[in-house]
C-alpha cells in the first residue's frame, strides 16, 4: 500500500465544473499537506497548503482537510482549460509526494 | 513567493561525462534541499535529502556515489550526476524549504533540469 495514493485519473471536468480532488496518506503523524499543480514537462508549483481539519479557501481552490479519516482534498471551483495539469498531494510529516491526478478540463 | 533557481535548465552529455546541476534559494535561506528525478508520464521519485553542513541521505536504491550532493550552504545545494548514461537521462527537479516544522515545511521548486546523455 503506497503511503499517499491519488486516484490517476484522468479526470474530465467541463469548463466551470467543480473538480473534485483526493488524497488519502497512511501516517497519522503527518502534519502538514501540500496540493501542487505540475503542467506537463514543468516542475511543481504550490498550489496550498493545510494544517489544521476543516477547509482553506484560497480563489477557486479549497483544501479540505479531515485528520480523523486521513485524507486531504482539492476543489477547483469554476475551472478552466488552464487547470489542466496533473495535481500532486504532498504530506509532510515523513515526506512522502502522491503520484499524481491528471485533471483535463474540456471548454 | 519564495524563488528557487535551478540550472542549467536543459543539458546534453555525452555517455561517460559527468554533469553538475545547481539548485539555489534566491530569497530565502534553505535548511533542507531535495532532490528528485522523474521520467515522462510517471511521478516524482525522491533521490535525496540534504541539509546544510551535512551529508545527503538518499533514497534506497539511489547510488551516493553515482549523484553527489553537495550542500555547502544555506541557499546552495549541487546534484553532480557522474559518469552518465543513456538510462541517466530524465528530469531532475530541485526544491527547497525553509524549515522542518509548521509553516516552513513548504517545499519550492525549482524549474528543473532536462537531461540528455548520448
Known amino acids: 500500500q503506497k503511503e499517499v495514493e491519488q486516484n490517476s485519473g484522468p479526470l474530465s471536468v467541463p469548463e466551470g465544473a467543480i473538480a473534485s480532488l483526493n488524497c488519502t496518506y497512511s501516517?497519522?503523524?503527518?502534519?502538514?499537506f501540500f496540493w501542487y499543480r505540475q503542467y506537463s514537462g514543468k516542475s511543481p508549483e504550490l498550489i496550498m497548503f493545510?494544517?489544521?481539519?476543516g477547509d482553506k479557501e484560497d480563489g477557486r481552490f479549497t483544501a479540505q482537510l479531515n485528520k480523523a479519516s486521513q485524507y486531504v482534498s482539492l476543489l477547483i471551483r469554476d475551472s478552466q482549460p488552464s487547470d489542466s495539469a496533473t495535481y500532486l498531494c504532498?504530506?509532510?510529516?515523513?515526506?512522502?509526494f502522491g503520484a499524481g491526478t491528471q485533471v483535463v478540463v474540456t471548454p | 513567493g519564495a524563488v528557487v533557481s535551478q540550472h542549467p535548465s536543459w543539458v546534453i552529455c555525452k555517455s561517460g561525462t559527468s554533469v553538475k546541476i545547481e539548485c539555489r534559494s534566491l530569497?530565502?535561506?534553505?535548511?533542507?534541499m531535495f532532490w528528485y528525478r522523474q521520467f515522462p508520464k510517471q511521478s516524482l521519485m525522491l533521490m535525496a535529502t540534504?541539509?546544510?553542513?551535512?551529508?545527503?541521505?538518499?533514497e534506497q536504491g539511489v547510488e551516493k556515489d553515482k549523484f553527489l550532493i553537495n550542500h555547502a550552504s544555506l541557499t546552495l545545494s549541487t546534484l553532480t550526476v557522474t559518469s552518465a548514461h543513456p538510462e541517466d537521462s530524465s528530469f531532475y527537479i530541485c526544491?527547497?524549504?525553509?524549515?522542518?516544522?509548521?509553516?516552513?515545511?513548504?517545499?519550492?521548486f525549482g524549474a528543473g533540469t532536462r537531461l540528455s546523455v548520448l
Open positions: 526544491s527547497a524549504s525553509p524549515g522542518t516544522s509548521g509553516v516552513k515545511n513548504i517545499q519550492y
Open positions: 501516517d497519522r503523524g503527518s502534519q502538514s
Open positions: 493545510i494544517y489544521s481539519n
Open positions: 504532498a504530506v509532510w510529516g515523513k515526506l512522502q
Open positions: 530569497d530565502f535561506q534553505a535548511t533542507t
Open positions: 540534504s541539509n546544510e553542513g551535512s551529508k545527503a541521505t538518499y
